[in-house]
């Protein structure tokens, strides 16, 4: 019985541990590429992270642990999702802002055009 | 009659307003167009430099620790990387042999490459000091590598002091070199 669970345990704990490596990788920024995850460049360089990052999780290190690892060697630049604090809120609120504002653009837009022309005496 | 007034004066604050939002996007655009983007900044400068050990291409073994108080030229570099680890690497053989007694030490760390064309390099240019294979990616990863060459001077304190990225040359690294010199500690 102990055999079966540990041989079932096994398979499992490696697929957690790659889906958990595929998490944290796909949040990092590729060093060598323009605009590609960790996770999705087919670099050396990606592939070695992804390599340090699965050996970080075996080790015991947690997510925040290892993301924290990669801005302390690369900087803020590294992570895909620009962090959500101070100034940098304004990169997250900037398209909503814009999309609001396009909004009213087209709606005072389509008001005005739609209005019954005023006929005067 | 007070009508009329209004609306021109609300439709060119509204002209104005997207004048002006125009302006900002297009000013943003124009500064990330500009810029290099791999010109980044390193977090590493001014922090201690990260220690590592690795296999040297002439089979002896090479670790930071054996070097405490002596200031290292770590250089990150390939074979593939055509001109600019080509046009560096004279330099780097030249800055060894003016301050290998003087307590300066120049580290060669091939990165992303193969064994064989990394030997070719070494001894088309007579590099003459230690170089070894990044195999795991490890070191160039600790130094935050963006791509090659990259190269990191670190003090007698074993803080990195500067970065370069791009060829090293000696005009460009002796003059960060000697006032290290100058600074006297232990060598």
Same mark, same amino acid.
């Given at each position: 019985?102990?055999?079966?669970?540990?041989?079932?345990?096994?398979?499992?704990?490696?697929?957690?541990?790659?889906?958990?490596?595929?998490?944290?990788?796909?949040?990092?920024?590729?060093?060598?590429?323009?605009?590609?995850?960790?996770?999705?460049?087919?670099?050396?360089?990606?592939?070695?992270?992804?390599?340090?990052?699965?050996?970080?999780?075996?080790?015991?290190?947690?997510?925040?642990?290892?993301?924290?690892?990669?801005?302390?060697?690369?900087?803020?630049?590294?992570?895909?999702?620009?962090?959500?604090?101070?100034?940098?809120?304004?990169?997250?609120?900037?398209?909503?802002?814009?999309?609001?504002?396009?909004?009213?653009?087209?709606?005072?837009?389509?008001?005005?055009?739609?209005?019954?022309?005023?006929?005067?005496? | 009659?007070?009508?009329?007034?209004?609306?021109?004066?609300?439709?060119?604050?509204?002209?104005?307003?997207?004048?002006?939002?125009?302006?900002?996007?297009?000013?943003?655009?124009?500064?990330?167009?500009?810029?290099?983007?791999?010109?980044?900044?390193?977090?590493?400068?001014?922090?201690?430099?990260?220690?590592?050990?690795?296999?040297?291409? #002439?089979?002896?073994?090479?670790?930071?620790?054996?070097?405490?108080?002596?200031?290292?030229?770590?250089?990150?570099?390939?074979?593939?990387?055509?001109?600019?680890?080509?046009?560096?690497?004279?330099?780097?053989?030249?800055?060894?042999?003016?301050?290998?007694?003087?307590?300066?030490?120049?580290?060669?760390?091939?990165?992303? #490459?193969?064994?064989?064309?990394?030997?070719?390099?070494?001894?088309?240019?007579?590099?003459?000091?230690?170089?070894?294979? #990044?195999?795991?990616?490890?070191?160039?990863?600790?130094?935050?590598?963006?791509?090659?060459?990259?190269?990191?001077?670190?003090?007698?304190?074993?803080?990195?002091?500067?970065?370069?990225?791009?060829?090293?040359?000696?005009?460009?690294?002796?003059?960060?070199?000697?006032?290290?010199?100058?600074?006297?500690?232990?060598?």
């Amino acid at each position: 019985m102990w055999f079966l669970v540990a041989a079932a345990a096994g398979p499992l704990a490696a697929q957690d541990l790659d889906a958990q490596a595929q998490a944290i990788a796909s949040r990092l920024r590729c060093p060598v590429c323009q605009n590609e995850s960790v996770a999705d460049s087919p670099s050396e360089l990606s592939a070695q992270m992804r390599a340090l990052i699965r050996a970080k999780l075996q080790a015991g290190e947690s997510s925040d642990q290892i993301i924290a690892y990669f801005v302390a060697k690369y900087g803020e630049w590294i992570l895909l999702e620009p962090p959500r604090r101070g100034i940098l809120w304004l990169v997250w609120l900037a398209p909503v802002i814009a999309l609001g504002t396009g909004f009213a653009v087209a709606m005072r837009f389509l008001r005005r055009v739609s209005r019954p022309a005023r006929s005067y005496p | 009659m007070a009508v009329a007034p209004v609306i021109v004066h609300r439709r060119a604050w509204s002209w104005a307003l997207l004048a002006v939002g125009a302006l900002a996007v297009v000013g943003l655009l124009t500064f990330g167009l500009r810029r290099d983007p791999r010109a980044i900044p390193s977090p590493l400068v001014g922090r201690p430099a990260p220690s590592f050990a690795m296999t040297l291409f #002439d089979g002896s073994h090479f670790s930071t620790a054996a070097y405490r108080g002596k200031i290292l030229v770590v250089n990150f570099w390939a074979s593939w990387c055509y001109p600019a680890c080509y046009i560096e690497a004279p330099h780097l053989q030249r800055i060894w042999q003016r301050y290998q007694d003087s307590g300066v030490v120049v580290i060669g760390v091939n990165v992303q #490459d193969r064994e064989a064309p990394a030997r070719a390099f070494i001894s088309r240019f007579g590099l003459t000091f230690p170089n070894g294979m #990044d195999a795991t990616g490890r070191i160039s990863i600790d130094y935050g590598l963006y791509g090659v060459p990259e190269t990191f001077l670190i003090d007698r304190q074993g803080r990195i002091v500067y970065k370069h990225i791009g060829a090293a040359t000696e005009e460009i690294f002796v003059p960060r070199i000697e006032p290290l010199l100058k600074s006297g500690g232990q060598q």
